[in-house]
């Protein structure tokens, strides 16, 4: 059993590492501790040490969906890489297998390039395989849940790996039951030979779809809020004349009203701030609660407690 001293002295653990870089938004302080893991062996080796010393845990993907607080995040963030950035093409089961590290549009792309179909949606939402499986991430009519077939995943808590089924996952919208004991591996995914052609029209046909229709370029994480049922969150803000409205360094965008952007250098806290301001207007105007999508990991002034502001995310 190796202890957390032998760790850091190793060097698998590293200290004070900014989180910024790491995430779309690219603000917020830096993790206390960070680990990337290469393997399954190591990731559980690093997580049993840190919680043997009472350490929290918070895994990260490809920093898509999460603000981290400027303070940072206290406690050890782990990510994985490696082989577990590796797709895995099974044509004769019809099956993709990738790593939980895996870009979702590599994915995309690997199984569009051996004429496999059905994993088009991902071309254009930039997380991991991992993320999209904890946030059954879905795009143009198709979500994480109609292709899933199982995941590995490692309970943090009891170090075993378990291989969960689709029904196992609990989908739901913009949510699965992977919480925050659980570290994805790797996914499974069906798909259906079809003609490479097609199936690239279709990704660039989404790219396109995306390039119209939201703020390329910019730093965000994607939609901020869950649609409310019967409704969609951007067009709500919108029609209470929301769009630009501005917090600091972060505003409601122009492009796509459930979009919020960052300037370069801004506080995370501006973003908390504008998500909580906009959250309490859309309550006070529409009388309609937004749940937030994005995640927020660290600690915010405030009181977006609902959003998951505490310190895991
Ligand atoms: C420009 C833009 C467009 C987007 N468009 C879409 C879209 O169309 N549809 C959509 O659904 N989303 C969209 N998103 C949001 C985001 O890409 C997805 O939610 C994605 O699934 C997050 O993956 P990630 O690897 O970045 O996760 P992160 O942001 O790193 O983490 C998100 C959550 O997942 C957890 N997590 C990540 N990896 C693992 C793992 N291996 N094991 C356990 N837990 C893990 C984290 O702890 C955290 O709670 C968009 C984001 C951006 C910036």
Request: hydrophobic share 40%.
């Amino acid at each position: 059993m190796t202890s957390w001293d032998e760790l850091r002295a190793g060097g698998y653990v590293t200290a004070g590492v900014a989180m910024g870089s790491l995430t779309t938004y690219k603000l917020g302080g830096p993790a206390r501790w960070f680990c990337e893991a290469s393997s399954a062996a190591a990731a559980a080796d690093v997580i049993r040490a840190a919680s043997r010393k009472g350490i929290d845990i918070l895994v990260l993907g490809r920093g898509s969906n999460l603000v981290f607080s400027d303070a940072g995040y206290d406690g050890l963030v782990i990510r994985l890489s490696g082989r577990f950035k590796e797709v895995r093409i099974d044509r004769e089961a019809e099956t993709v297998s990738a790593g939980a590290a895996a870009p979702l549009p590599v994915l995309a792309r690997r199984a569009g390039r051996a004429a496999l179909g059905g994993l088009e949606f991902y071309v254009g939402i930039p997380g991991s395989v991992g993320g999209a499986v904890t946030m059954n991430a879905g795009f143009y009519g198709a979500e994480t849940a109609d292709v899933a077939i199982s995941a590995s995943i490692l309970d943090m808590r009891s170090g075993e790996i378990v291989e969960r089924d689709a029904s196992d996952l609990e989908f739901g919208y913009r949510r699965s039951s992977v919480g925050g004991d659980d570290l994805v591996l790797e996914a499974s995914f069906a798909v259906e030979p079809g003609e490479a052609g097609r199936i690239s029209a279709r990704m660039r046909e989404a790219t396109r779809w995306r390039r119209e229709n939201q703020p390329g370029g910019t730093l965000n994480a994607g939609s901020v809020f869950r649609n409310p049922p019967g409704d969609a969150a951007g067009r709500l803000i919108d029609s209470l004349g929301l769009k630009g409205l501005r917090r600091g360094g972060a505003r409601v965008s122009t492009r796509h009203a459930n979009f919020f952007v960052a300037d370069p250098g801004a506080a995370a806290q501006d973003v908390y701030d504008l998500v909580h301001e906009v959250r309490r207007l859309v309550r006070e105007r529409a009388g309609v609660l937004l749940e937030p999508e994005v995640r927020f990991a660290g600690r915010f002034r405030g009181v977006l407690d609902e959003a998951r502001g505490g310190q895991r995310a």
